[in-house]
């Protein structure tokens, strides 16, 4: 036990850091409460001694047990004896258990010194009311059954004490005691003498109410149960200290208590016979015993203490004298140091009077020691600072330190420094402050370094923050570290969403190895490496980058820039087509013109043949076949010329409107009944210089592949309107020249055309019918004589929908201007708004995004429905939805603007399309009044839609 004791003990005292020629000395630290037996561990130690005891009582319980109804010589001596000798020792245990308790306060403590107290007092009112000491019958009146009932009383008591403490103890002491030490300890001694009073009364006074519990020197039947009780009741005690845990010290000699109590009780009152016996003595030296352990405990510790308290005081008196001479040496040290330091060192009284200046603070401020001291500190501080010098000085003077101040100084020769500071005050050894102890640094050099790290700095994170390319870092092991947020345009993710992810994850498989082996030749001391890579897109599709890498050896990072290719290589894309087209164009045109010169001739000799053979009707008819086939040959050359842009026109300048509504009348027969052919044409349609022949035939062949594309029936779509084409569409379409445009539109409600056919149908011979149902010239000689006239055509198509193609004619010159014109003139009204932007098309996406976004909204971008629905439900923020109607994937705009409004009800929706807004609403895709803004579209139209959008 006294192991375990130390043992704490000298993990609750802190050594003073090793000095030179200085002897460690061990210096108490606040009070911890491990130190004290009554919450101090039990160590196994305890517990094996604890157990020792118990069995060595058990067998001498077991030896004597048996021979407990031996009469021996009655000694009434051995009584006072013994009650004198346990009443001193439970009044000195409850003397040390009530020191420990001045400092624990807790309830436990004082609930148990205050049962040692109680079995004190009762112990020495046993003694004398007992028969034969002072008198044959006992002092204050005592009767035969006195004692009996006493010795009851007694044995009973202290258990319900143990009882007490064992359930008010806790880990640390349990509950404190809330009243103060003194009036805590009265209460319990003056509550012990009450309570004595009271019982010593009930057993002298009260002597012939109490039953009889010893008759003729034997125990009656009510003794045997009151004594049973009484044996049940410390058995009890001795349970609960076992299961109440953790156990301390005094817990463990607590139970070896009640472990000889237990004895004492069955000896002295159960298996005994009468008074002076052997079980009779036997039981009261195991009372005694029991009254022993925990003194003993406290005593040997308390001696310890005051042994290793006296070893302690002897060693401070040893060092306070080598303390002096130790200090005095560390003295002139700390002086050499302040002399040498690199810092300037001042130190000032409360007033702002320096007091002293070393070396360095003369080379920095420029003033000598003899110069300084004695001065105020305001011959370094400039006029706007010197409000901080009272300031600092008050905090001074409230014993609180200034650290890392930045501020600026003057030095003798006015120049000015920035320095940084840290202030503590000067103390008397008493603790109060006298004056301040400044460390000045100058970081004149150190803070322009310091600007200039943080203009370079934020300079390149702006360049990383705004660039249009995407730039990334990453680990030697392809993590990324740092992504820009222009990934967000280009790829879809966040940067948030690579950060911490391998670039594996986005790279195409096929361009992972060449990734990789780029990387492997940057850290090999390939300076920049520039090489193709393509990346996922967020929503599924490939975007291909062209990178710039360097490697840094220093921080082990990887560098990235990657252009996205896409705009570029779909230019290149339009530029193929064009130059396919042209290509075509000119070889069709030198077949067709060589193929006329051989019709020529054919057309011209079959004549002369017919001639000859008219009396031969068999030759004849084959003539006939001959000059048809020529004629249809005619045809197909000039359907080759007309696609090689180099047929003859005959331009002139016709009214669009009328021409349309012409050719829909002719086009009722040829179409069947089965077509319902609907003209939509603007009121103000611009003229247009045309041939009004060839575009008649234009119109007459995009209705004929609509019928084919609507063998059961359907609806034609023939309409009319003003357009501009601006430079915005101009450079998605290199073949377009900006301006103003009649567009003359043909949509249907058929089959539509597969997106992989798409690109192809203006393919001279290109058809997807079967052979023989048609040539395949029909929209090549369209597509030519468009272009020839100096025009654009673009055509939309969605598989199961219809297909929509459109033919823009230039405006004919020298013709006022229309209502449509001042309408679309007028001032452009932007906005500050949120727009989402639904569209699948990536170059038409970015166009619009810059479009809306240079109208001063703000603008979000989304590639899908799904994509979309993700931004609404993230950004309640959002004013519009701005989306495509004709979308791939399972939800196309009309479905997502329904859906938009089942989320947000507030959310207002403007669809975009292809197609015209008659062709839409007739195939049911939009109810009427629901706005569309037709592509291609001018600035001031987008910003009118989105005005009357967000209005509505």
């Excluded at 953790?246 to 109590?261: G, Q, T, Y």
Aim: glycine share 8%.
């Amino acid at each position: 036990m006294l192991k375990t004791l130390s043992k704490t003990l000298s993990k609750t005292v802190p050594k003073i850091p090793p000095k030179t020629d200085l002897q460690e000395v061990d210096v108490p630290a606040t009070i911890d409460r491990s130190t004290f037996l009554s919450t101090l561990p039990a160590t196994s130690t305890d517990r094996a001694a604890a157990l020792t005891i118990v069995g060595i009582s058990s067998i001498l319980f077991a030896m004597v047990a048996p021979f407990a109804g031996i009469p021996l010589l009655p000694v009434p001596a051995f009584v006072a004896s013994y009650q004198s000798a346990l009443a001193v020792s439970d009044i000195v245990t409850a003397v040390l258990l009530l020191s420990q308790f001045a400092v624990l306060r807790t309830r436990a403590l004082l609930w148990l010194a205050t049962g040692y107290l109680f079995t004190a007092a009762a112990a020495l009112l046993h003694a004398l009311t007992f028969p034969g000491l002072f008198t044959p019958t006992g002092l204050f009146g005592a009767g035969r059954q006195t004692t009996v009932w006493l010795y009851m009383i007694w044995h009973a008591g202290f258990p319900l004490f143990v009882l007490g403490y064992a359930w008010l103890k806790e880990k640390d002491g349990g509950a404190r005691v809330r009243m103060a030490n003194s009036s805590a300890i009265y209460a319990s001694v003056f509550g012990v003498i009450a309570a004595i009073a009271v019982f010593g009364w009930m057993v002298t006074a009260g002597h012939d109410l109490l039953p009889v519990l010893l008759r003729d020197g034997h125990y009656t039947p009510t003794m045997i149960g009151v004594v049973s009780f009484v044996w049940s009741l410390s058995f009890a005690a001795l349970v609960s200290l076992w299961f109440r845990r953790p156990h301390s010290v005094i817990d463990i000699w607590l139970m070896v208590v009640m472990c000889a109590w237990l004895f004492d009780i069955a000896l002295s009152a159960i298996i005994n016979v009468a008074r002076f016996d052997l079980g009779f003595y036997a039981g009261r030296l195991y009372g005694l015993a029991a009254a022993t352990f925990v003194l003993a405990v406290l005593l040997i510790e308390n001696v310890r203490l005051q042994a290793h308290t006296v070893g302690l005081v002897g060693r401070l008196r040893q060092q306070s004298a080598s303390e002096r001479d130790y200090f005095g040496k560390r003295l002139a040290l700390y002086g050499a140091v302040v002399e040498s330091s690199n810092d300037a060192i001042i130190t000032k009284t409360l007033d702002g009077i320096i007091t002293s200046w070393n070396k360095a603070a003369e080379q920095l401020f420029g003033y000598s020691a003899a110069e300084a001291v004695g001065q105020p500190i305001d011959i370094i501080v400039p006029p706007d600072r010197k409000g901080e010098i009272r300031s600092s000085l008050n905090r001074i003077a409230s014993n609180e330190s200034i650290a890392q101040h930045e501020t600026i100084r003057i030095r003798k020769d006015g120049h000015p420094l920035d320095v940084v500071l840290n202030i503590s005050p000067l103390r008397t050894d008493q603790g109060e402050v006298i004056g301040a102890s400044k460390i000045a640094h100058d970081i004149t050099e150190e803070k322009q370094a310091r600007e200039k790290l943080r203009r370079e700095t934020e300079e390149r994170q702006r360049i990383f923050e705004t660039s249009q390319d995407l730039i990334l870092v990453t680990d030697g092991y392809g993590n990324f570290i740092q992504v820009s947020p222009s990934v967000k345009n280009i790829l879809g993710y966040g940067p948030e969403d690579m950060v911490g992810h391998s670039a594996t994850e986005f790279i195409h498989p096929d361009d992972l190895e060449n990734t990789r082996s780029e990387m492997r030749a940057a850290r090999r001391g390939a300076v920049k490496r520039s090489f193709e890579a393509r990346y996922y897109h967020y929503d599924g599709h490939e975007v291909s980058l062209n990178w710039m890498g360097t490697w840094s050896e220093p921080v082990k990072r990887h560098f990235f820039i990657g252009r996205d290719l896409t705009d570029k290589q779909a230019a290149e894309a339009q530029l193929r087509q064009v130059q396919k087209m042209d290509s075509i164009g000119q070889l069709t045109g030198g077949v067709a013109h060589d193929f006329n010169n051989v019709l020529t001739v054919i057309t011209g000799t079959i004549g002369i043949l017919s001639d000859a053979v008219a009396d031969r009707p068999e030759l004849a008819a084959i003539t006939k076949l001959i000059d048809d086939a020529a004629e249809r040959g005619a045809q197909l050359t000039k359907h080759l010329l007309a696609f090689a842009r180099k047929q003859p026109l005959q331009p002139r300048e016709i009214d669009v409107n009328a021409l349309v509504l012409e050719a829909g009348k002719l086009l009722h027969p040829t179409l069947g009944e089965q077509i319902t052919i609907m003209p939509q044409l603007t009121e103000d349609a611009w003229p247009a210089l045309v041939d009004p022949g060839q575009l008649s035939t234009a119109i007459l062949n995009l209705a004929l592949n609509a019928r084919d594309a609507m063998p059961d029936g359907g609806t034609l779509v023939l309409e009319t309107r003003n357009i501009f084409l601006d430079d915005g569409y101009a450079s998605m379409n290199p073949d377009v020249v900006a301006g103003n445009y009649v567009m003359i539109a043909v949509s249907d409600t058929g089959s539509g055309i597969p997106p992989d056919l798409i690109d192809r149908v203006f393919d001279p011979f290109f058809t997807t019918k079967e052979v023989g149902k048609g040539t395949g010239l029909g929209l090549s000689m369209v597509f030519g004589f468009v272009k020839q006239s100096g025009g654009h055509i673009k055509i939309y198509s969605e598989e199961g929908h219809g297909t929509s193609v459109k033919i823009y004619l230039p405006r004919s010159t020298g013709v006022q201007e229309t209502e449509f014109e001042v309408l679309q003139n007028v001032p452009i009204t932007g906005g500050s708004e949120k727009v989402l932007i639904v569209e699948d098309d990536a170059l038409v996406r970015q166009y619009v995004v810059t479009q809306v976004k240079s109208l001063g909204y703000t603008a979000l971008e989304a590639a899908n429905g799904a994509e979309a629905l993700t931004i609404i439900d993230s950004d309640k923020t959002i004013d519009l939805l701005f989306t495509d109607i004709i979308m791939p994937g399972n939800m196309n705009g009309r479905q997502l603007a329904d859906e938009a409004a089942r989320r947000r009800p507030d959310l207002k929706t403007l669809f975009t399309s292809g197609y015209t807004e008659n062709a839409i609403v007739h195939h049911g895709r939009l109810d009427s009044g629901v706005l569309l803004l037709a592509k291609p579209y001018r600035k001031s139209e987008l910003a009118k839609m989105l005005r009357t959008a967000l209005a509505g």
